[in-house]
């Protein structure tokens, strides 16, 4: 199982973009999936979680700004953000909780999409 994220891009304060995540493979289930950043010289912080149900969590400074979706049928996840600030800048990973058959579980990453929010 794999993931891909793309979308990333530069964009100016204020400007929108939408990343998404394609997961492909032998796929059994996937519970959890979710976007993590990481700015330089940072360590990696949680963004945005999906669950199977279609619940969602967020970081504290996304809260507001950015929505994150899941097709379950698809395997895909997409996170929309508006309102980008410079501070949002950073490598943008997705990731997910894949069960198999044999019922167990690991946590997959995908490779990142850099998101560069210019002031």
């Known amino acids: 199982v794999q993931l891909q994220a793309s979308g990333g891009g530069l964009v100016q304060a204020g400007g929108s973009l939408r990343l998404s995540c394609v997961v492909s493979?032998?796929?059994?289930?996937?519970?959890?999936m979710g976007w993590y950043r990481q700015a330089p010289g940072h360590r990696r912080e949680l963004v945005a979680t999906?669950?199977?149900?279609?619940?969602?969590g967020y970081g504290d400074s996304v809260k507001g700004r950015f929505t994150v979706s899941r097709d379950n049928a698809k395997n895909t996840m997409s996170l929309q953000m508006n309102s980008l600030k410079p501070e949002d800048t950073g490598d943008y990973y997705c990731?997910?909780?894949?069960?198999?058959?044999?019922?167990?579980?690991?946590?997959?990453w995908g490779q990142g999409t850099l998101v560069t929010v210019s002031s």
């Open positions: 990731s997910a909780y894949h069960v198999g058959r044999n019922n167990s579980g690991r946590l997959i």
């Open positions: 999906t669950t199977s149900d279609g619940s969602t």
């Open positions: 493979g032998s796929i059994f289930r996937i519970n959890f």
